[in-house]
């Protein structure tokens, strides 16, 4: 039986295609993933700001977990750092996970913030990641500090 993750995948909308990428890779290794964002298979229209919360807070509450999906300008993404922020509130696990072509510079505030690992796209270290291994890496794989300093473990 497939290991079920219910999952909230943060991303910029250009990085959308690597959600079915990020599924394909944790399939391959034995995970049922479940995506509660939103994304082209749930489109929505809206653009008053409180009501566009009103859908992403229980998507993330669903979620166990948050994975932001770091690709180019990730970082400049109002919506992204908001989602971290929430899974935050709600003391949600915060992964990152570098999609190829991003860098150290794409990271989210919040996600140095709040993160509780930051891993390449490397099928293992990814669910190392999911697992609870609190990680931190450099885009080219290299350690690097948790920048918000904060040591966290998994009860």
Do not use: M, W, Y
């Given at each position: 039986m497939a290991n079920r993750k219910n999952l909230f995948i943060s991303h910029h909308s250009v990085d959308e295609p690597h959600i079915g990428k990020l599924k394909d890779l944790l399939s391959r290794k034995g995970y049922d993933v479940r995506n509660?964002?939103?994304?082209?298979?749930?489109?929505?229209?809206?653009?008053?700001?409180?009501y566009i919360k009103s859908l992403l807070r229980p998507q993330v509450n669903w979620a166990g977990t948050l994975?932001?999906?770091?690709?180019?300008?990730?970082?400049?993404?109002e919506w992204v750092n908001w989602e971290i922020k929430?899974?935050?509130?709600?003391?949600?696990q915060?992964?990152?996970?570098?999609?190829?072509?991003?860098?150290?510079?794409?990271?989210?505030?919040?996600l140095n913030k709040y993160g509780h690992s930051l891993v390449t796209w490397r099928g293992d270290d990814v669910i190392d990641a999911l697992e609870g291994d609190t990680k931190w890496c450099k885009d080219d794989g290299s350690e690097r500090p948790n920048f918000a300093g904060i040591t966290r473990s998994t009860c």
């Open positions: 509660g964002s939103i994304d082209s298979t749930k489109p929505n229209a809206a653009t008053n700001p409180e994975v932001c999906l770091i690709g180019r300008e990730t970082a400049n993404r929430q899974a935050h509130l709600q003391g949600k915060i992964v990152g996970v570098f999609l190829h072509g991003g860098s150290d510079a794409d990271v989210p505030e919040n």
